[in-house]
């Protein structure tokens, strides 16, 4: 019987990100979009700004880039029920310190976090510093504050609400729960795909198992790819994009996921 003043990690978890990334697959979030979801509504933020940051810092957090600051930590402990399991909590709290201790671990794979660090350095710059610097003022203030008060990341495409035709040939492609759209913009909402490692099916057969929706018509955005822990990694998916016609809003499910889109 190991004695209780052991320090000995009580698991096979040596690294915080690594238990992290066990709980949420244990707990069904085998790719960041719902989690990210649930994090903004915490937070009370539903913007579209705050939901791309979220998913960023959600997958910077599982690969063990970065970590997540006090106050998305004490999210993440709600959220995932953490405090329900004494043993649990105790660990996720010890190997937290611990990473904090070693930021210089942590930050040792280049990222768009470690970039952003550099961005004072930047503003100081003569020829840069007043662009970037309203740049970061208009752009990254609002998600800065809202959803994590971690470094600002650059939106990737697919986050981005667009009045033109979305093309994710070759792109991550990511679920997205909530949408707000005005009429005209289009913008990804989910991904259809195949069995593991094998093409998705085509546009026809795609749209054909679509739900027809009043408030606008779906197009194909291009074979790209998804994160799937089931299938072990990315796995072939066809963008499944969504163009605004007709203000409204709609609730219903896609592969078996919840979906909301509102227009305005």
């Known amino acids: ?84 399991d004494p043993e649990r909590l105790a660990e996720w709290n010890r190997l937290y310190n611990i990473a904090k201790e070693t930021p210089k671990a942590i930050e040792s794979t ?3 976090v470690d970039q952003s660090k550099s961005m004072p350095g930047l503003l100081r710059s003569p020829v840069v510093g007043a662009a970037v610097a309203a740049l970061i003022l208009v752009a990254g203030y609002g998600v800065y504050q809202s959803i994590a008060q971690d470094p600002p990341h650059s939106l990737p495409p697919e986050m981005i609400i667009s009045q033109d035709p979305i093309d994710m040939t070759g792109k991550q492609i990511y679920w997205r729960e909530i949408t707000e759209l005005k009429v005209g913009d289009f913008a990804v909402i989910h991904a259809a795909r195949g069995k593991c490692g094998e093409q ?46 007709v203000p409204g809003s709609v609730n219903f499910m896609l592969y078996m996921d919840p979906i909301t889109i509102s227009v305005k």
């Not at 209780?4 to 085998?30: K, M, R």
């Not at 509504?41 to 997958?59: M, P, Q």
């Not at 085509?202 to 822990?229: F, I």
């Open 110 to 112: 280049p990222s768009p």
């Open 200 to 245: 998705p099916p085509s546009w026809p057969e795609t749209v054909e198992k679509l739900p027809e929706l009043p408030l606008g018509v779906w197009l194909d955005g291009g074979v790209g790819y998804r994160v799937s822990r089931s299938c072990g990694g990315a796995t072939p998916a066809r963008a499944v994009v969504f163009k605004a016609t």
């Open 1 to 84: 019987m190991k004695n209780v003043n052991q320090t000995e990690t009580p698991s096979c978890f040596i690294d915080w990100h690594q238990l992290f990334d066990a709980i949420c697959i244990e707990n069904g979030y085998e790719d960041n979009s719902t989690l990210a979801n649930e994090l903004c509504v915490h937070a009370g933020t539903h913007d579209e700004a705050a939901y791309g940051a979220a998913v960023k810092n959600l997958s910077n957090w599982r690969r063990g880039q970065h970590l997540p600051n006090r106050r998305n930590f004490g999210a993440l402990t709600t959220i995932l029920k953490i405090d329900s």
